[in-house]
């Protein structure tokens, strides 16, 4: 399980630090792919099967569940940690969560997100008494 919240910076190659206690459970090769909210979400490869089955259990003949694929799938790729503990973010995927210099690593459960700092300092979490409350009524108890 991820968890935790790390300050990083990327360099001018688009390389990004990992840290080490996200690279313990992630191993050297895991994949990166667009996140919702506008952030990234890295998955070991483990985890990264399970989404995959899940995904591609989805009807085809359903428009909605076709984007949601061509969304998480098109924009995945495999990404290696090299000898510094750096991994390199494609430009696809840094223009998608905007990523220029200053990035937060999020540990959240089974993945991890990458957002640029600005738009993890601009979330708003002044209503979460109002979402725990919507989240009983799908069976979510706190």
């Known amino acids: 399980?991820?968890?935790?919240?790390?300050?990083?910076?990327?360099?001018?190659?688009?390389?990004?630090?990992?840290?080490?206690?996200?690279?313990?459970?992630?191993?050297?090769?895991f994949v990166v792919t667009k996140g919702f909210d506008g952030c990234l979400f890295v998955y070991d490869k483990n985890e990264w099967a399970k989404f995959e089955e899940k995904l591609t259990a989805l009807p085809v003949t359903n428009h909605e569940a076709r984007k949601l694929v061509r969304f998480f799938l098109a924009g995945a790729c495999e990404a290696e940690v090299d000898k510094q503990g750096r991994v390199l973010i494609p430009t696809n995927l840094r223009t998608h969560a905007g990523l220029v210099k200053d990035v937060v690593l999020v540990g959240v459960a089974s993945k991890i997100e990458i957002w640029s700092k600005e738009k993890w300092d601009s979330n708003n979490y002044d209503d979460m008494d109002e979402i725990a409350g919507k989240l009983e009524e799908l069976g979510l108890s706190l």
């Open 1 to 29: 399980m991820y968890m935790g919240e790390y300050n990083h910076t990327i360099d001018t190659k688009g390389r990004l630090i990992v840290p080490s206690k996200f690279r313990e459970s992630l191993g050297d090769a």
